[in-house]
Every structure is written in C-alpha cells, then in structure tokens.
C-alpha cells in the first residue's frame, strides 16, 4: 500500500462539474493498493490497515510554531482520502509507464473500503469519495509537505 500525504491549507474533489467534497485542513492523502497486498490473508491484511491507520494519525508531519512537531491527534483536523491508481506506475525503461505493481480494480477497493471504515472509525472528519472515479481535485498547500508512507 503506498500513500502520498500532502498538508493542505484547503482542499477538493468535484465529480461530474455538480458533487463536491472539500476540507479546510489539514491532509489530502492519495492511496493505492500493490498487487502483495491482495494476497495477504485477511488477519495480515486487517494488521496492515490498522497500521496505516495508527501512521496516519501519530506520525509528527504538521508545522507548529516552525517546526514539524504536531500530528493528526494533537489538533482539530480532517483528512480527504482519495484513490489513485497511477502511484504505482513506473518508468524504468523508454518513455512508457506499466502499472504491473497495481492491481485489480475490485480487489483493491475491497481493501480501500477497509481503510475508509477504520478510519471512519477512529476519526470523526474523514472524507472520501467514489473509488475508481473520474475527480478534479484542487489543493493549496499551506507549505511544501509531502510525505510518501509505503507499507
């Protein structure tokens, strides 16, 4: 599982020019699933999300009083996950990328759906949208902190 983690001041997602979610802080999290996480039994798999949950909300990653000391659990915040199948793509060779290492649509939604639930469970402002949708997404970030978890 890979997430890119962006510290936000706003962000967005807009689907079909009409559906619109957004939050006013503080991360926009990109999330996708490698191929070795659908073949995980289910007891590894349940670890692997309560581990990303347990990064997502103790990993010291937001600026406070100009020093990245402050995470998800000591402050007010909200949290936009969207999916993003091309995290997995690579270009080792030539000007094509493969997504080898992505896998299936349904086997990964399945896992993307259990990290949504758990985390709707510990944390009151998630929001999320369709998997595998066509989205706009507009961010402004509040400084350049992006952070890539792979687990």
């Known amino acids: ?15 079909d020019n009409k559906e619109r979610k957004e ?6 999290v990109y999330m996708w699933v490698l191929k070795q996480d659908c073949e995980l039994s289910e007891k590894e ?11 997502l ?27 993003n199948f091309t995290l997995y793509g690579k270009n ?21 759906d259990m990290l949504v639930e758990k985390l709707e469970k510990d944390w009151v402002n998630l929001k999320t949208w369709k998997f595998g949708a066509y989205m706009e997404i507009e961010s402004k970030n509040n400084w350049p902190l992006n952070y890539v978890l792979e687990i």
């Open 45 to 55: 798999l349940m670890e692997k999300i309560e581990k990303v949950s347990n990064k």
């Open 92 to 112: 080792k060779k030539w000007n094509k990328i493969d997504f080898l290492d992505s896998w299936k649509f349904d086997e990964s939604k399945k896992i993307y």
């Open 57 to 83: 909300q103790n990993m010291q990653i937001l600026v406070r009083e100009w020093k990245i000391n402050t995470s998800l659990n000591d402050i007010n915040w909200e949290l936009l996950l969207v999916s």
């Open 23 to 28: 939050i006013w802080e503080w991360l926009l």
């Open 1 to 15: 599982m890979k997430l890119v983690i962006s510290v936000v001041e706003k962000a967005s997602i807009i689907i």
